[in-house]
């Protein structure tokens, strides 16, 4: 079974039911929700402050203190809140395990490992742990550091909730969005992180054995393979074949699966990433030049590495030597430095270079020579060094929170400023709405790695898992585009979808399950060949099962026959090697049967057909024979001597050993 | 034959027939054999053979080897074939008794080394050199040598089954056309045996059921009617017309694709095309008959032709543009657009069908609009297209490659859906788009033209290849909008596309990939060529960003950009420094920064192709007068001689001779003198003499350059040099040359111009001029230029100039030496060997 705790296709999270384990894949944490939200200021913002609250059509003023308006869009004046995986559908403290497949997906572990009664493990691999511990430390920090004395609650009653304008109306679970976790619990979460590597084998309860391929999408990004020794499950979660930075994605070890859960697909499936690098470049370039500043809302790890690469090789071609770039994020360090340091996960090019020795990422260089510097935050070194015209990169890229939201401030009366969105993540309309009106320009090129369907099409081709189970969203095309039936998953047999809150029964069956004959009971074994090629061997042994694996073993010996010849007790009965009545095999073909049967002086045989065989009436002696393919039975009324022919005419037919 | 190589031949002979050679180079066995056939093509005696018995011994003595090598034996096909040519050496070598043994039933048919192709092909092409006679073709066909050549019409090697039937083509025609005295019917009879039996073999091929033999006969026949016009190619026709034209018709035949071409072939032969009726009905039955891509082809070809029946032409281009009314119908809702085609030529549903599926789709639509695009650039075509459908037709496939439009029809999804992001259709249309900007007509549809074009450009998804064509495009279709009468919300439209234009451009020129930026500035250089005189178009252009991102440009790390660069940058300079009402320029380089960059890039520049563009620029620059008065002019023209002259880039040193010769016809006409030295003089104008101009040239430096450019060592410049001054001593030397030596040696600069002379004549065979002093020369004195072109022979140097520069190493006798050369490495070998 699958149950799917999430709606949102790209931050994933669902449990696998599987053999006896309970697995849960991924557990992103859907921040579109904050979008509804009023941005949390770092520097008291008097036009923030100044907006009007909300007043319903009747006039009545009494959410005016939770919702402000701007520019004819409503929005909660409150803490930011999250929207989490679905907790209902299942006691999420049965999970055993939950695997990451990459640093994006992880965001609401805190939530589930900290608040469901979790006990299990949690599986990922190294980079993805730093990384992830980056992302929630930045998430934290931000929220933490703008403190909210008002939580706003009211709105979210489902019968003012009603009245309300959308998109507030139609958010979904809204009982359910929780404010952000608190580093203590990120600590705590990441704990119960277990490290891994590629391609090591996993083994779960001995039931199941779970393995991390490289995902191509990001540091340390991973796709799973979930086996037992009959039934392959992959996990395909956010996944890339571009050449970027991260080791390229192993598409060969996904072969022959009988289930491939797809998800993780580019949210922006008309974009193609090159095309969009080209568009941030030209547009930075133009800005500068005309003595603007442009800001690129991001998040402190990912795309933005690439972007400083070709930054690195674009600005002396453009000129672009003498303007400064500004890296704002509490991890920007970090994130800068760990980069350098995990070459094992980085793409052939890059770990080469570790060898020359260099720095994997050019990024080093342009630290070096003053071209790209980093503060923590806007406060402090920042303020000393900030020149004008420059590049600022800093986040949230939902423009909610984070340093981002001073400089869409601060920068977004001029038109001359343009605010570049690269992150895919949010609608760049929803995120720039609380600043309204803007001046500033905005250009919109999310650039997204991950597979498009078109390589989705190849990569099933390539793979050919027996079902795909993907989100509903990738079965369709997408509603702005209903013509587009070329961006939709498209396989055969359709791929199954699911979306939030559903369980799914994964097409496969358990048909098969391995056991383990002990070598001296093998040897004890007299196979006895029935065709060329199938031999047949009866096996008396006892079933052995811890850990889910099962071995055969010899059964213990029986007990030295007691010198008295006393009679057992019952309770002492073993499956003994007593002299064994010998299998039967074969079928009985009915018209010979009813000859022999007639041969044998019974006149008045009746045969008729049943659903599972034949039933053959002996009239006379009320006597019934039931032939079916797997048992026969013959019932006849304390007619013992006639039951015995009966039996030995049948036995007649079938083959002993 | 020359005596050389009357003498080195034997030893080339033996060399060539001794097995142990090594194969020798086969470019050398080619040229060995045009030599032959040099000599024998007007020398129908026998002596060659006669006087060279080496050449039989060789042919002999390689036919006596139990293993003789492919090469050489396919040579020694090629070479009796070419001996034999004439009657007289035919008879030598039947006499020899070698003919039989290589091309008739004892020649290398059964060996092992025929299952090499290039002994098949030998052999082919020495049959093919030999009958050029009768002897010869009654010796082919008497001695089965036919058969062969059926047989090898089917040889797995493409390259023997298209010479065999070539040799077939030849054959027939020769057989015909020498064997016939009388006009030839269609009765068997009268053939004569040869053609008879090739006739005969074409008839029964065609009558069978396997394409294997079919095919051939259809090539044959396509070749045939295609290089043989006479009379008699109608009553073979007539023969087998029944026969093809079922082929049309039957569903099982498998090689319809090759009909096309053999109509094709017979409407342009005289014979066929000058027919009233039949053949004219067979052709519209194949084009109703063959399926799209088969006919598409035949269609295109038939519009080219000048006889053709008007309806036949109709029907050919409507079978073209099936597929863009298909497309323009799928996509549209019904009673939108009335389509293209008021009537289909064959069946839609076979064209609905090809475009259902991916690869049919593109492959169709590639080659329909490859098709139109060369239709339209013919100047006369004979039928009138539907310019605005087509155009509809155009821009509905570049919105469904890009996605932007929903199609109207099941069939339009699936185009649609087909045709997203196929870049080879995206780059077609854009083809015929921008040819189609030539034609007239289609007016009312241009501003929406402009939304299709649009898209392409701003979109980040276009590949640089894709937007190169959609630059060219726009650029044609710009011009063609400012040529458009202007009402005034019209005008407005037009504003608004010069904006966005301008817009998309700027960012563009912004991109980190170099193609991009390169596109972007063709695209500017050639919208300021077609529109540098419309105010509108000078007015958003100087007030976007677009001139100073130009300007940035011409220091890009990217060669091409910055050659690039400097062109669009010199064409800028007409509509900013070099107008008349030169604009306010802002914060843009002036103009003397703009030549000094340029001229900068000319000397210091890494690569040649900016620095070529450099050169090409200022020439434009002087040829459109925008380098000042003639003092001006002269400074500029010297500076630039000075830093071309040393270039290493041929090009840009023939660029600078280019320039030297505008500034001199330039000059010529500034000063009043005709660009024809004969002209009558007028007299009203006081003409100055041809010593000012003299004056004029070497203040500039003119000479210097020229006359060390005749020691280049690159050929090109050299000749242009040449060309140069020939033209410079006609107007100085009008009537006759200094051909008396007394009298250079008598003038004053007589010894230094006598040098020169000398150092001509050795220099331009040695392609060195010295660079230490020109001993005494004085390249700026008038006088002793003067004196230079009178006594310098610059035809004879002319003539040995255009001798190519392999007429040395290219004669027969250095080849036969070269063959000796490579033979002699053997024989040291061998002796290294002990």
Same mark, same amino acid.
């Given at each position: 079974?699958?149950?799917?705790?999430?709606?949102?296709?790209?931050?994933?999270?669902?449990?696998?039911?599987?053999?006896?384990?309970?697995?849960?894949?991924?557990?992103?944490?859907?921040?579109?929700?904050?979008?509804?939200?009023?941005?949390?200021?770092?520097?008291?913002?008097?036009?923030?402050?100044?907006?009007?609250?909300?007043?319903?059509?009747?006039?009545?003023?009494?959410?005016?203190?939770?919702?402000?308006?701007?520019?004819?869009?409503?929005?909660?004046?409150?803490?930011?809140?999250?929207?989490?995986? $679905?907790?209902?559908?299942?006691?999420?403290?049965?999970?055993?395990?939950?695997?990451?497949?990459?640093?994006?997906?992880?965001?609401?572990?805190?939530?589930?490992?900290?608040?469901?009664?979790?006990?299990?493990?949690?599986?990922?691999?190294?980079?993805?742990?730093?990384?992830?511990?980056?992302?929630?430390?930045?998430?934290?920090?931000?929220?933490?550091?703008?403190?909210?004395?008002?939580? +706003?609650?009211?709105?979210?009653?489902? $019968?003012?909730?009603?009245?309300?304008?959308?998109?507030?109306?139609?958010?979904?679970?809204?009982?359910?969005?929780?404010?952000?976790?608190?580093?203590?619990?990120?600590?705590?979460?990441?704990?119960?992180?277990?490290?891994?590597?590629?391609?090591?084998?996993? $083994?779960?309860?001995?039931?199941?054995?779970?393995?991390?391929?490289?995902?191509?999408?990001?540091?340390?990004?991973?796709?799973?393979?979930?086996?037992?020794?009959?039934?392959?499950?992959?996990?395909?979660?956010?996944?890339?074949?571009?050449?970027?930075?991260?080791?390229?994605?192993?598409?060969?070890?996904?072969?022959?699966?009988?289930?491939?859960?797809?998800?993780?697909?580019?949210?922006?499936?008309? +974009?193609?990433?090159?095309?969009?690098?080209?568009?941030?470049?030209?547009?930075? +370039?133009?800005?500068?030049?005309?003595?603007?500043?442009?800001?690129?809302?991001?998040?402190?790890?990912?795309?933005?590495?690439?972007?400083?690469?070709?930054?690195?090789?674009?600005?002396?071609?453009?000129?672009?030597?003498?303007?400064?770039?500004?890296?704002?994020?509490?991890?920007?360090?970090?994130?800068?430095?760990?980069?350098?340091?995990?070459?094992?996960?980085?793409?052939?090019?890059?770990?080469?270079?570790?060898?020359?020795?260099?720095?994997?990422?050019?990024?080093?260089?342009?630290?070096?020579?003053?071209?790209?510097?980093?503060?923590?935050?806007?406060?402090?070194?920042?303020? @000393?060094?900030?020149?004008?015209?420059?590049?600022?990169?800093?986040?949230?890229?939902?423009?909610?929170?984070?340093?981002?939201?001073?400089?869409?401030?601060?920068?977004?009366?001029?038109?001359?400023?343009?605010?570049?969105?690269?992150?895919?993540?949010?609608?760049?309309?929803?995120?720039?709405?609380?600043?309204?009106?803007?001046?500033?320009?905005?250009?919109?090129?999310?650039?997204?790695?991950?597979?498009?369907?078109?390589?989705?099409?190849?990569?099933?081709?390539?793979?050919?898992?027996?079902?795909?189970?993907?989100?509903?969203?990738?079965?369709?095309?997408?509603?702005?585009?209903?013509?587009?039936?070329?961006?939709?998953?498209?396989?055969?047999?359709?791929?199954?979808?699911?979306?939030?809150?559903?369980?799914?029964?994964?097409?496969?069956?358990?048909?098969?399950?391995?056991? $383990?004959?002990?070598?001296?009971?093998?040897?004890?074994?007299?196979?006895?060949?029935?065709?060329?090629?199938?031999?047949?061997?009866?096996?008396?042994?006892?079933?052995?099962?811890?850990? @889910?694996?099962?071995?055969?073993?010899?059964?213990?010996?029986?007990?030295?026959?007691?010198?008295?010849?006393?009679?057992?007790?019952?309770?002492?009965?073993?499956?003994?090697?007593?002299?064994?009545?010998?299998?039967?095999?074969?079928?009985?073909?009915?018209?010979?049967?009813?000859?022999?049967?007639?041969?044998?002086?019974?006149?008045?045989?009746?045969?008729?057909?049943?659903?599972?065989?034949?039933?053959?009436?002996?009239?006379?002696?009320?006597?019934?024979?039931?032939?079916?393919?797997?048992?026969?039975?013959?019932?006849?009324? @304390?007619?013992?001597?006639?039951?015995?022919?009966?039996?030995?005419?049948?036995?007649?037919?079938?083959?002993?050993? | 034959?020359?005596?050389?190589?009357?003498?080195?031949?034997?030893?080339?002979?033996?060399?060539?027939?001794? !097995?142990?050679?090594?194969?020798?180079?086969?470019?050398?066995?080619?040229?060995?054999?045009?030599?032959?056939?040099?000599?024998?093509?007007?020398?129908?005696?026998?002596?060659?053979?006669?006087?060279? !018995?080496?050449?039989?011994?060789?042919?002999?003595?390689?036919?006596?080897?139990?293993?003789?090598?492919? /090469?050489?034996?396919?040579?020694?096909?090629?070479?009796?074939?070419?001996?034999?040519?004439?009657?007289?050496?035919?008879?030598?070598?039947?006499?020899?008794?070698?003919?039989?043994?290589?091309?008739?039933?004892?020649?290398?048919?059964?060996?092992?080394?025929?299952?090499?192709?290039?002994?098949?092909?030998?052999?082919?092409?020495?049959?093919?050199?030999? #009958?050029?006679?009768?002897?010869?073709?009654?010796?082919?066909?008497?001695?089965?040598?036919?058969?062969?050549?059926?047989?090898?019409?089917?040889?797995?090697?493409?390259?023997?089954?298209?010479?065999?039937?070539?040799?077939?083509?030849?054959?027939?025609?020769?057989?015909?056309?020498?064997?016939?005295?009388?006009?030839?019917?269609?009765?068997?009879?009268?053939?004569?045996?040869?053609?008879?039996?090739?006739?005969?073999?074409?008839?029964?091929?065609?009558?069978?059921?396997?394409?294997?033999?079919?095919?051939?006969?259809?090539?044959?026949?396509?070749?045939?009617?295609?290089?043989?016009?006479?009379?008699?190619?109608?009553?073979?026709?007539?023969?087998?017309?029944?026969?093809?034209?079922?082929?049309? #018709?039957?569903?099982?035949?498998?090689?319809?694709?090759?009909?096309?071409?053999?109509?094709?072939?017979?409407?342009?032969?005289?014979?066929?095309?000058?027919?009233?009726?039949?053949?004219?009905?067979?052709?519209?039955?194949?084009?109703?008959?063959?399926?799209?891509?088969?006919?598409?082809?035949?269609?295109?070809?038939?519009?080219?032709?000048?006889?053709?029946?008007?309806?036949?032409?109709?029907?050919?281009?409507?079978?073209?543009?099936?597929?863009?009314?298909?497309?323009?119908?799928?996509?549209?809702?019904?009673?939108?657009?009335?389509?293209?085609?008021?009537?289909?030529?064959?069946?839609?549903?076979?064209?609905?069908?090809?475009?259902?599926?991916?690869?049919?789709?593109?492959?169709?639509?590639?080659?329909?609009?490859?098709?139109?695009?060369?239709?339209?650039?013919?100047?006369?075509?004979?039928?009138?297209?539907?310019?605005?459908?087509?155009?509809?037709?155009?821009?509905?496939?570049?919105?469904?490659?890009?996605?932007?439009?929903?199609?109207?029809?099941?069939?339009?999804?699936?185009? /649609?859906?087909?045709?997203?992001?196929?870049?080879?259709?995206?780059?077609?249309?854009?083809?015929?788009?921008?040819?189609?900007?030539?034609?007239?007509?289609?007016?009312?549809?241009?501003?929406?033209?402009?939304?299709?074009?649009?898209?392409?450009?701003?979109?980040?998804?276009?590949?640089?290849?894709?937007?190169?064509?959609?630059?060219?495009?726009?650029?044609?279709?710009?011009?063609?909008?400012?040529?458009?009468?202007?009402?005034?919300?019209?005008?407005?439209?037009?504003?608004?596309?010069?904006?966005?234009?301008?817009?998309?451009?700027?960012?563009?020129?912004?991109?980190?990939?170099?193609?991009?930026?390169?596109?972007?500035?063709?695209?500017?250089?050639?919208?300021?060529?077609?529109?540098?005189?419309?105010?509108?178009?000078?007015?958003?252009?100087?007030?976007?960003? #677009?001139?100073?991102?130009?300007?940035?440009?011409?220091?890009?790390?990217?060669?091409?950009?910055?050659?690039?660069?400097?062109?669009?940058?010199?064409?800028?300079?007409?509509?900013?420094?070099?107008?008349?009402?030169?604009?306010?320029?802002?914060?843009?380089?002036?103009?003397?920064?703009?030549?000094?960059?340029?001229?900068?890039?000319?000397?210091?520049?890494?690569?040649?192709?900016?620095?070529?563009?450099?050169?090409?620029?200022?020439?434009?620059?002087?040829?459109?007068?925008?380098?000042?008065?003639?003092?001006?002019?002269?400074?500029? #023209?010297?500076?630039?001689?000075?830093?071309?002259?040393?270039?290493?880039?041929?090009?840009?040193?023939?660029?600078?001779?280019?320039?030297?010769?505008?500034?001199?016809?330039?000059?010529?006409?500034?000063?009043?003198?005709?660009?024809?030295?004969?002209?009558?003089?007028?007299?009203?104008?006081?003409?100055?003499?041809?010593?000012?101009?003299?004056?004029?040239?070497?203040?500039?430096?003119?000479?210097?350059?020229?006359?060390?450019?005749?020691?280049?060592?690159?050929?090109?410049?050299?000749?242009?040099?040449?060309?140069?001054?020939?033209?410079?001593?006609?107007?100085?030397?009008?009537?006759?040359?200094?051909?008396?030596?007394?009298?250079?040696?008598?003038?004053?600069?007589?010894?230094?111009?006598?040098?020169?002379?000398?150092?001509?004549?050795?220099?331009?065979?040695?392609?060195?001029?010295?660079?230490?002093?020109?001993?005494?020369?004085?390249?700026?004195?008038?006088?002793?230029?003067?004196?230079?072109?009178?006594?310098?022979?610059?035809?004879?140097?002319?003539?040995?100039?255009?001798?190519?520069?392999?007429?040395?190493?290219?004669?027969?006798?250095?080849?036969?030496?070269?063959?000796?050369?490579?033979?002699?490495?053997?024989?040291?070998?061998?002796?290294?060997?002990?």
């Amino acid at each position: 079974f699958q149950y799917c705790l999430s709606g949102h296709p790209t931050l994933p999270c669902n449990v696998l039911k599987f053999k006896s384990t309970t697995i849960m894949l991924d557990c992103g944490l859907d921040m579109t929700s904050t979008l509804n939200f009023l941005p949390l200021p770092l520097v008291q913002s008097p036009r923030l402050s100044k907006l009007p609250g909300w007043v319903l059509k009747d006039g009545s003023t009494f959410l005016d203190k939770e919702l402000k308006e701007c520019s004819g869009h409503v929005f909660v004046d409150s803490v930011p809140e999250f929207c989490l995986p $679905e907790t209902e559908l299942l006691d999420l403290s049965t999970v055993d395990v939950i695997l990451i497949s990459n640093y994006h997906c992880m965001m609401a572990l805190p939530y589930i490992t900290e608040y469901t009664g979790f006990t299990g493990t949690v599986y990922a691999t190294e980079p993805t742990v730093q990384i992830g511990r980056l992302l929630m430390e930045e998430l934290v920090n931000s929220i933490e550091r703008v403190p909210k004395a008002q939580s +706003a609650s009211m709105w979210k009653n489902k $019968e003012v909730q009603r009245l309300l304008p959308a998109p507030l109306k139609d958010a979904v679970e809204v009982s359910m969005w929780r404010k952000c976790y608190t580093m203590p619990e990120v600590n705590a979460a990441l704990s119960k992180i277990q490290l891994v590597g590629y391609s090591q084998k996993i $083994e779960l309860f001995g039931a199941v054995q779970v393995t991390p391929l490289s995902s191509g999408y990001a540091l340390g990004s991973s796709n799973w393979i979930i086996q037992s020794h009959y039934e392959k499950v992959s996990y395909v979660s956010g996944s890339s074949l571009l050449t970027t930075h991260p080791q390229p994605m192993d598409q060969a070890a996904l072969k022959n699966s009988d289930v491939l859960i797809l998800t993780g697909l580019t949210q922006i499936p008309t +974009a193609n990433p090159d095309g969009m690098v080209g568009e941030f470049c030209s547009n930075l +370039a133009m800005t500068v030049r005309n003595g603007g500043n442009v800001l690129v809302p991001c998040y402190p790890s990912g795309v933005i590495y690439d972007l400083l690469e070709c930054l690195y090789q674009y600005i002396d071609s453009a000129g672009l030597s003498n303007v400064p770039f500004y890296f704002i994020s509490p991890v920007a360090n970090s994130s800068l430095e760990f980069s350098q340091i995990f070459a094992e996960w980085l793409c052939h090019n890059k770990q080469t270079k570790v060898y020359l020795p260099e720095p994997p990422f050019p990024h080093a260089e342009l630290i070096q020579t003053n071209k790209l510097k980093h503060y923590p935050s806007i406060h402090g070194d920042f303020s @000393n060094d900030f020149k004008q015209p420059c590049v600022v990169f800093t986040g949230h890229p939902s423009l909610r929170f984070g340093d981002v939201v001073h400089f869409m401030e601060l920068w977004g009366k001029s038109s001359l400023n343009t605010v570049i969105f690269t992150e895919p993540d949010f609608s760049y309309l929803d995120a720039l709405a609380p600043y309204q009106p803007l001046a500033m320009k905005c250009v919109y090129c999310p650039i997204d790695t991950r597979l498009n369907f078109i390589q989705v099409s190849k990569l099933l081709k390539e793979v050919q898992p027996l079902h795909v189970v993907c989100p509903e969203q990738y079965t369709q095309p997408p509603p702005t585009q209903s013509h587009r039936t070329d961006l939709m998953v498209d396989c055969q047999p359709p791929a199954m979808s699911y979306r939030r809150a559903e369980v799914l029964t994964l097409p496969y069956k358990r048909r098969y399950e391995k056991i $383990e004959i002990m070598p001296d009971l093998a040897d004890s074994l007299v196979p006895l060949e029935i065709k060329p090629g199938i031999s047949l061997a009866t096996v008396s042994a006892v079933l052995h099962t811890k850990d @889910n694996k099962h071995v055969l073993q010899l059964p213990p010996k029986p007990p030295q026959p007691p010198a008295s010849k006393k009679r057992k007790r019952v309770s002492d009965e073993v499956p003994e090697c007593k002299s064994l009545k010998p299998l039967l095999s074969g079928s009985i073909p009915v018209d010979q049967f009813v000859q022999t049967l007639e041969k044998h002086g019974f006149s008045d045989v009746k045969v008729e057909d049943t659903a599972k065989g034949h039933i053959v009436l002996l009239q006379e002696a009320e006597t019934l024979i039931q032939l079916e393919e797997d048992s026969t039975h013959i019932i006849c009324d @304390n007619d013992e001597p006639l039951r015995v022919k009966l039996r030995d005419l049948v036995l007649k037919f079938l083959q002993k050993f | 034959m020359t005596r050389e190589c009357a003498a080195l031949l034997p030893g080339v002979c033996a060399a060539l027939a001794d !097995p142990r050679q090594p194969g020798l180079d086969d470019t050398c066995l080619e040229k060995l054999l045009d030599w032959f056939r040099s000599l024998t093509w007007f020398d129908p005696t026998a002596e060659l053979v006669q006087d060279n !018995p080496c050449l039989t011994e060789l042919i002999s003595s390689v036919l006596a080897l139990p293993e003789p090598s492919p /090469s050489i034996l396919s040579f020694t096909l090629q070479l009796a074939g070419i001996l034999a040519s004439s009657e007289n050496r035919f008879q030598h070598l039947q006499q020899e008794q070698l003919l039989g043994r290589l091309f008739g039933p004892a020649g290398p048919q059964g060996s092992a080394v025929w299952e090499e192709a290039s002994v098949r092909s030998g052999w082919v092409k020495g049959v093919h050199s030999m #009958v050029l006679h009768l002897p010869a073709l009654h010796f082919l066909c008497s001695e089965g040598g036919m058969d062969v050549i059926f047989a090898l019409q089917g040889d797995p090697s493409l390259f023997v089954a298209s010479a065999a039937s070539q040799l077939l083509v030849h054959v027939l025609t020769f057989s015909v056309e020498s064997e016939t005295s009388k006009p030839l019917s269609t009765k068997d009879c009268d053939w004569p045996a040869c053609a008879q039996r090739i006739i005969k073999h074409i008839e029964a091929s065609l009558q069978s059921s396997s394409a294997s033999h079919v095919e051939p006969s259809l090539k044959l026949l396509t070749s045939l009617f295609g290089s043989c016009y006479a009379a008699w190619t109608e009553v073979l026709w007539l023969n087998i017309a029944k026969q093809i034209e079922s082929f049309l #018709v039957a569903e099982t035949f498998q090689a319809q694709h090759l009909l096309g071409n053999l109509l094709l072939n017979m409407a342009r032969s005289p014979v066929f095309s000058d027919t009233e009726g039949s053949f004219w009905a067979l052709v519209t039955s194949a084009l109703e008959h063959l399926t799209p891509v088969q006919a598409g082809p035949l269609a295109a070809g038939l519009l080219r032709l000048c006889k053709c029946p008007q309806d036949v032409r109709i029907q050919a281009l409507t079978v073209l543009l099936q597929p863009m009314d298909c497309i323009l119908r799928a996509a549209s809702q019904p009673l939108e657009y009335a389509g293209l085609l008021d009537e289909s030529v064959s069946d839609p549903v076979t064209v609905e069908s090809l475009l259902s599926s991916k690869t049919s789709c593109t492959g169709l639509l590639c080659q329909t609009l490859a098709h139109l695009e060369k239709l339209l650039s013919l100047k006369h075509l004979r039928v009138d297209l539907p310019c605005v459908p087509l155009l509809h037709s155009l821009m509905t496939i570049l919105q469904f490659c890009n996605g932007f439009l929903s199609p109207a029809s099941p069939l339009g999804s699936t185009i /649609s859906r087909n045709l997203i992001n196929c870049f080879r259709v995206q780059k077609s249309a854009l083809d015929v788009l921008a040819a189609l900007a030539e034609k007239k007509g289609c007016d009312t549809v241009i501003r929406s033209l402009f939304d299709v074009l649009l898209p392409y450009l701003e979109s980040p998804n276009t590949s640089p290849t894709v937007l190169k064509k959609a630059f060219q495009a726009t650029s044609k279709w710009l011009v063609r909008l400012q040529e458009l009468s202007c009402s005034n919300s019209q005008c407005q439209q037009t504003e608004k596309i010069l904006e966005d234009v301008f817009l998309v451009l700027q960012k563009r020129l912004c991109s980190p990939c170099w193609e991009v930026r390169d596109s972007s500035l063709e695209f500017l250089a050639a919208v300021i060529k077609g529109l540098r005189d419309q105010d509108e178009f000078r007015q958003f252009l100087l007030s976007s960003e #677009v001139p100073r991102l130009a300007e940035n440009l011409l220091e890009d790390p990217e060669s091409y950009v910055r050659a690039s660069a400097v062109t669009a940058v010199g064409h800028l300079a007409f509509i900013t420094y070099f107008a008349p009402e030169s604009p306010v320029m802002g914060n843009l380089c002036n103009k003397e920064n703009t030549v000094a960059k340029l001229q900068e890039i000319l000397s210091t520049d890494s690569e040649g192709f900016p620095r070529r563009a450099v050169i090409t620029i200022f020439t434009k620059w002087l040829r459109e007068g925008c380098t000042g008065q003639l003092e001006d002019t002269q400074q500029f #023209v010297s500076a630039v001689i000075q830093t071309v002259e040393h270039d290493l880039d041929w090009e840009v040193r023939l660029g600078g001779l280019e320039m030297v010769e505008v500034f001199c016809s330039k000059t010529i006409h500034q000063l009043g003198l005709s660009e024809c030295p004969y002209a009558p003089v007028s007299s009203a104008v006081t003409s100055p003499t041809p010593q000012n101009l003299l004056q004029v040239f070497c203040r500039a430096k003119l000479f210097g350059f020229l006359f060390r450019s005749l020691c280049d060592c690159d050929k090109p410049v050299g000749q242009r040099a040449c060309d140069i001054l020939i033209g410079l001593r006609g107007r100085f030397y009008p009537v006759s040359t200094l051909e008396n030596p007394q009298e250079i040696e008598d003038s004053p600069a007589g010894h230094s111009i006598a040098w020169l002379q000398r150092t001509l004549r050795q220099g331009s065979l040695a392609q060195n001029f010295p660079t230490d002093g020109s001993n005494g020369v004085d390249f700026q004195d008038p006088e002793s230029m003067m004196l230079a072109l009178g006594a310098i022979d610059l035809l004879e140097l002319h003539d040995e100039l255009n001798k190519s520069s392999d007429h040395m190493e290219k004669s027969p006798q250095s080849l036969l030496q070269d063959i000796l050369a490579t033979a002699g490495t053997i024989e040291e070998n061998e002796v290294d060997c002990y």
